[in-house]
């Protein structure tokens, strides 16, 4: 091989390569870390993003719907995905809150939880309020992709997309489907029905928490590939997704009580029972900095423990004077916690649980997310955007590096082939 040749071995291995690695980064199957693309933020329900969050309570934009937004908002390649209250589903531009499209299911039924973005596949889940149908839309153009009806009731209780894998909850079964194209992979029978699950998928299982009363509040965690049960416990029924991270798995059940679990055995690491005015109780703890971050449903407390032994550092009542309860689930980003209280939007530090910012929303506040540093989060008919326009760029951050490599490249193999083609003619 002469050395021409060997040239032009190295320039396509090149092309390859970066193609690859810029392929898994722009189209890849998983998230990108500043995207939001599940309630919570990821599989696991931590809560966290890696990208800033706003300092500020400047709104970036607000759209003004027709009806209420009372479903936890994801976010993915630049657009924000929420629920309406009518079971429609809507698609914002997350930079300008233009809306892109609009997919209705049955009318006038209800949105528990929020649309999941699925991150490679182009995909967003749907899974209404009352119906027994899952949706897959084309995130792009809000179309059907394809449909699977699972019998029951499918959306008391969020769905989670994990490996090419989509989990969803009916009231009857807790059923994996193959994400591209929703066939059936196996299903995990509630056994007296009429309940729900809740979910998160970590390290190659999946944490799932009964409703039933019957089933006394069991814990389980399953093979996420297969569905065998891998360890049972007994905590209570269990009303919010668990969070798992760092080779534990933490548990809020419905009379208020938080539990730290082994996530390889389910042994009890750690537990703490708030002070609640009201029976019920439900809320998806947040991880980050080595820290659990609660908020219970029913009281207006936010709690701050150590991840790894529970100990209280903070706790703190940032919005006492228009809130009588929180909505459980808290976004988490550069050092600050988002929450919804009463009617309002609080931003605290997350060392010490001091109030960096509030905004009053108006109308009660929902769950928030946090994507290319705004968050995100609905109120009565408006849906909110809070951050900077140069927070956003995060994303273009990492694409423009990726286009400029690409373009690159090209010209280098361009000017390498002209060459070529000039030795060539000198030869001959």
Same mark, same amino acid.
Do not use: M
């Given at each position: 091989m002469n050395r021409?040749? =060997?040239?032009?071995?190295?320039v396509l291995l090149l092309v390859i390569l970066f193609f690859s690695v810029s392929s898994q980064l722009i189209f890849g199957s998983e998230p990108d870390i500043f995207s939001w693309p599940v309630y919570t933020g990821?599989?696991?329900h931590t809560g966290?993003?890696?990208?800033?969050?706003?300092?500020?309570?400047?709104?970036?934009?607000i759209y003004n719907g027709t009806v209420?937004?009372?479903?936890?908002? &994801?976010?993915?390649?630049?657009n924000v995905y929420v629920g309406a209250v009518n079971g429609r589903v809507d698609a914002l531009n997350a930079t300008t809150g233009a809306l892109i499209w609009s997919f209705q299911t049955q009318p006038d039924q209800y949105f528990e939880h929020a649309p999941y973005v699925a991150t490679g596949h182009n995909l967003v889940f749907v899974c209404p309020w009352t119906e027994t149908t899952v949706y897959a839309l084309d995130a792009s153009k809000g179309k059907i992709v394809w449909t699977f009806d699972a019998g029951y009731r499918v959306g008391e209780k969020a769905p989670v997309f994990s490996d090419g894998t989509l989990y969803i909850c009916s =009231?009857?079964?807790?059923?994996?489907?193959?994400?591209?194209?929703?066939?059936?992979l196996w299903t995990y029978p509630q056994p007296n029905g009429d309940t729900s699950f809740s979910l998160a998928v970590s390290n190659g299982r999946l944490f799932v928490g009964h409703t039933s009363i019957e089933e006394q509040g069991k814990f389980l965690a399953l093979n996420s590939t297969t569905g065998e049960q891998l360890w049972s416990i007994t905590l209570g029924k269990v009303s919010a997704s668990p969070s798992a991270v760092d080779g534990k798995v933490f548990v809020h059940v419905e009379d208020g009580k938080l539990y730290a679990l082994n996530e390889t055995n389910g042994n009890m690491i750690w537990n703490f029972s708030p002070e609640l005015t009201q029976p019920f109780s439900s809320g998806?703890?947040?991880?980050?900095?080595?820290? &659990?971050?609660?908020?219970?449903t029913q009281t207006s407390t936010v709690y701050a423990f150590?991840?790894?032994?529970?100990?209280?550092?903070?706790?703190v009542n940032p919005s006492p004077f228009d809130a009588t309860k929180n909505y459980g689930s808290l976004a988490v980003g550069e050092q600050k916690i988002f &929450?919804?209280?009463?009617?309002?939007?609080?931003?605290?530090?997350?060392?010490?649980? =001091?109030?960096?910012?509030?905004?009053?929303?108006?109308?009660?506040?929902?769950?928030?997310?946090?994507?290319y540093g705004i968050v995100f989060i609905g109120s009565g008919n408006s849906f909110y955007a809070f951050g900077s326009e140069i927070a956003v760029s995060e994303f273009s951050e990492v694409i423009t590096p990726v286009l400029l490599g690409i373009a690159v490249v090209f010209l280098t193999v361009l000017i390498w082939n002209r060459k070529t083609k000039r030795e060539c003619s000198k030869q001959l």
């Open positions: 021409r040749n =060997i040239a032009h071995f190295f990821n599989e696991g966290f993003s890696l990208g800033s969050a706003p300092s500020t309570n400047q709104t970036f934009w209420g937004y009372p479903s936890v908002p &994801v976010a993915d390649n630049l =009231i009857a079964d807790l059923i994996a489907l193959d994400a591209s194209n929703g066939t059936l998806t703890p947040a991880i980050a900095y080595g820290k &659990v971050f609660f908020a219970p150590d991840e790894a032994n529970g100990s209280l550092l903070w706790k &929450v919804g209280i009463g009617q309002r939007l609080v931003a605290l530090d997350a060392t010490s649980g =001091i109030t960096r910012w509030t905004y009053f929303l108006g109308n009660s506040s929902d769950n928030p997310a946090l994507a």
